[in-house]
């Protein structure tokens, strides 16, 4: 059983930057491959962001490349994912996610690839 703790969320300004950062409860972090998914109201939850067991590859949804970095720390158990130049459409629920397969024809975007799930940390983009 792999726990997760979402933080960092909250209410910031477009344009802005927010760091979001999820602890995993296992002692076998690097055999995950971790994601970032968000949900916004009404709508499913999507793909934002995707890092590998040893970190040798991320993958990004179209809607956040170029604004978002995910990365690791496996000392910490640690999933972090950065954003900048925030728009209102990045309000959501973002969720951390932790994926127990080796490998993915779908880069790991997909919701049911995806084994567990934290709670979710709120971010809301203010225009």
């Known amino acids: 059983q792999v726990q997760l703790v979402e933080s960092g969320g909250g209410l910031v300004q477009a344009g802005g930057s927010l760091s979001l950062s999820c602890a995993a409860s296992t002692r076998t972090f690097s055999s995950y491959v971790m994601g970032w998914f968000r949900q916004a109201p009404g709508k499913e939850r999507e793909f934002v962001a995707a890092?590998?067991?040893?970190?040798?590859?991320?993958f990004y949804a179209d809607s956040v490349k170029g604004r978002a970095t995910i990365s690791r720390d496996r000392a910490k158990n640690t999933v972090s994912l950065q954003m900048n130049s925030l728009k209102s459409e990045d309000t959501a629920i973002y969720y951390c996610?932790?994926?127990?397969?080796?490998?993915?024809?779908?880069?790991?975007?997909?919701?049911?690839?995806?084994?567990?799930w934290g709670q979710g940390t709120q971010v809301t983009v203010s225009s």
């Open positions: 890092i590998t067991r040893r970190s040798e590859r991320q």
């Open positions: 996610a932790a994926c127990g397969r080796p490998s993915s024809i779908y880069y790991f975007s997909r919701n049911d690839e995806y084994d567990y």
